[in-house]
Each structure stands twice: as C-alpha cells, then as structure tokens.
C-alpha cells in the first residue's frame, strides 16, 4: 500500500501491482496513476453530475459491475447525494459526485474503471444541460460509413442551432454532444434528441436507423437517443473503458474524426494528447442552445 495527497486529501492506493487488463499489461497502479494525471481535463466535465460506476476489482476478465450507490464506507470528504430514483421525485438514492482530482482517483484505486454521468448536475437535477446522440454501429459497418453519419449528424446539429461536440467512445462508436441552457426538463430534451435521430434516419433509411431491437436494425448505425433520459448516462470524457487494450473515451476537436477511430485513443495515448493540446470541450457551455427554440427549428427543417 502507498498513501498519496490529491487535492488535499489523502488517499490509500492498494493492491497498486495487480493487473486489471491483461492483453495490455496495465495494473491497477497504471489505472490510478492515468486518472489522476487526466484529472484536470476530467472533473470539469464531470462535475457536479451523478455518476455510474463500472468497476473490476479482478481485472476486465474478471466479473465486473455497474455501481450507482455510494458505498457507506467512502470517505467523508467525498461528496454523496441522495438523488430521487425516478423523475417524479419518489424514493431515493446515494450517488457519487466527482468534484476534484481527489474523489477520481479515490473512486480509481476501488477498480471504477468506467465512469458514466448523467447529462444534468445535481444544481438543477431535472434540466439537463447536454443532449447526447450515440452512434451505435453494429459489427462490420466501414469506419468511412461512420464517420460520414457523424457528419451529417454535426451539420443537422449545426442546422437547427445546436453546437454539436464529438467524443470517441472508446468502443465501437461516436457521440456528438451539444451543450443546453437548462430551461427544458427530460421529456422535451428526449423527445427532441429522438426526433433528431428520426430526422436522420428518415432521409438516409438505408444506413441509419432509430429501431431499439438489435433485430430490426439491420447492418445500419443505430442512432440512441435513450441516454437524455432522467437517470440515463453515458461514457464519461477521459474515462477508460473495460475493453481490451485500456481505451478511453476522447473529445475529439471535428478536424480529427478523419483521424481518430472510436476505440484509437487509449490509457497510454490520453495523457501525451493532454500534454500537447487543450481539451476540445472546454468552452462548451457558452455555447448552451434553448432546446424550445431548436425543435422550432428543426420542425422548419422538416
């Protein structure tokens, strides 16, 4: 055991020389190591916000789980919410907040390997701030294919006034993510996610589709707009993935999607990116759109 100072708090890292992905010979050390230097482009991103945990206390071939409750034994200085289960208010439940550099690496040494937030904060829990659409492809789509769905997917965003911003997942797909004021609940933040995938999948019915059962989706890219629901999450910036060879979910800047797969970016290559460039994201919310005054403009779109 080794005992660091992050953000003024002291943390215990245990069990540092365990492996957690074998293909790539990364250890649990390697695992705390990269969130605590990430963290600076991390935590704002997260911030604020409920967070799922995804943890592998034996590695990612061992048997992993998602965690939503705060465990009683967290420390005090780790911020805990209640968060109502459900959007009407009804019973409730502990979640984790990641407000500094300490809170992640403390969450990393208990084998979170994933972490997934909400697109609200606990601020103004009900209104979320970001509208998420997944790019989900099923296996053997080209990657030219993806790409040029993540483009059309950006100009609509453009189109109808939203600021559209890209992750790589570190999976098998991209999100474009754009930034809201706030002033809408769940409901119409949804409904207006689902109608912009709609909206694309009409008009190119032959690569993209909207269809929930894998079954009836085909060999198109399935465009989720599940994930702005209340309670609903998705892949954290910077964090990891439980996926051979440790990669992370990435912003990427739109002059790098030629460049960068979904799964390229990884626990080793994060770090030198951050070294040499500023996180694309940064800026992200001065540029919150009114979702009332998007689907305005997506209804002229149509």
Same mark, same amino acid.
């Given at each position: 055991?080794?005992?660091?100072?992050?953000?003024?708090?002291?943390?215990?890292?245990?069990?540092?020389?365990?492996?957690?992905?074998?293909? %790539?010979?990364?250890?649990?050390?390697?695992?705390?190591?990269?969130?605590?230097?990430?963290?600076?482009?991390?935590?704002?991103?997260?911030?604020?916000?409920?967070?799922?945990?995804?943890?592998?206390?034996?590695?990612?071939?061992?048997?992993?789980?998602?965690?939503?409750?705060?465990?009683?034994?967290?420390?005090?200085?780790?911020?805990?919410?209640?968060?109502?289960?459900?959007?009407?208010?009804?019973?409730?439940?502990?979640?984790?907040?990641? *407000?500094?550099?300490?809170?992640?690496?403390?969450?990393?040494?208990?084998?979170?390997?994933?972490?997934?937030?909400?697109?609200?904060?606990? &601020?103004?829990?009900?209104?979320?701030?970001?509208?998420?659409?997944?790019?989900?492809?099923?296996?053997?789509?080209?990657?030219?294919?993806?790409?040029?769905?993540?483009?059309?997917?950006?100009?609509?965003?453009?189109?109808?006034?939203?600021?559209?911003?890209?992750?790589?997942?570190?999976?098998?797909?991209?999100?474009?993510? %754009?930034?809201?004021?706030?002033?809408?609940?769940?409901?119409?933040?949804?409904?207006?996610?689902?109608?912009?995938?709609?909206?694309?999948?009409?008009?190119?019915?032959?690569?993209?589709?909207?269809?929930?059962?894998?079954?009836?989706?085909? &060999?198109?890219?399935?465009?989720?707009?599940?994930?702005?629901?209340?309670?609903?999450?998705?892949?954290?910036?910077?964090?990891?993935?439980?996926?051979?060879?440790?990669?992370?979910?990435?912003?990427?800047?739109?002059?790098?999607?030629?460049?960068?797969?979904?799964?390229?970016?990884?626990?080793?290559?994060?770090?030198?990116?951050?070294?040499?460039?500023? *996180?694309?994201?940064? *800026?992200?919310?001065?540029?919150?759109?009114?979702?009332?005054?998007?689907?305005?403009?997506?209804?002229?779109?149509?």
């Amino acid at each position: 055991m080794s005992t660091i100072t992050v953000s003024g708090h002291r943390v215990t890292v245990s069990h540092a020389d365990k492996t957690l992905y074998p293909d %790539a010979g990364v250890t649990k050390g390697d695992v705390v190591g990269y969130y605590r230097t990430v963290a600076d482009a991390m935590v704002p991103r997260v911030r604020g916000r409920p967070l799922t945990l995804k943890r592998f206390p034996d590695g990612i071939d061992g048997e992993g789980w998602f965690q939503k409750r705060a465990a009683e034994y967290f420390p005090d200085w780790l911020r805990v919410e209640s968060i109502p289960q459900r959007g009407d208010g009804s019973s409730s439940l502990n979640y984790a907040i990641c *407000d500094d550099a300490a809170t992640l690496v403390y969450l990393a040494n208990q084998a979170s390997l994933e972490f997934h937030i909400w697109t609200s904060t606990v &601020d103004n829990l009900f209104h979320p701030d970001l509208l998420v659409l997944d790019l989900d492809p099923p296996p053997g789509v080209e990657l030219a294919t993806l790409r040029n769905a993540t483009r059309r997917t950006r100009d609509l965003f453009r189109d109808i006034g939203l600021t559209p911003y890209l992750q790589a997942t570190g999976g098998s797909g991209y999100h474009v993510v %754009a930034p809201l004021d706030c002033s809408a609940d769940f409901d119409t933040v949804r409904e207006l996610a689902g109608s912009i995938g709609q909206y694309l999948a009409t008009r190119h019915p032959d690569r993209l589709t909207t269809a929930h059962r894998k079954d009836d989706r085909g &060999d198109r890219i399935f465009l989720d707009a599940n994930r702005n629901g209340y309670a609903q999450t998705f892949i954290a910036p910077y964090s990891l993935r439980s996926r051979a060879g440790a990669t992370a979910a990435t912003p990427l800047g739109w002059s790098e999607l030629d460049a960068a797969a979904p799964g390229d970016h990884t626990i080793r290559t994060v770090p030198k990116r951050l070294a040499r460039t500023s *996180d694309p994201w940064q *800026d992200m919310h001065r540029h919150a759109a009114t979702a009332r005054s998007v689907r305005q403009r997506l209804d002229e779109h149509a």
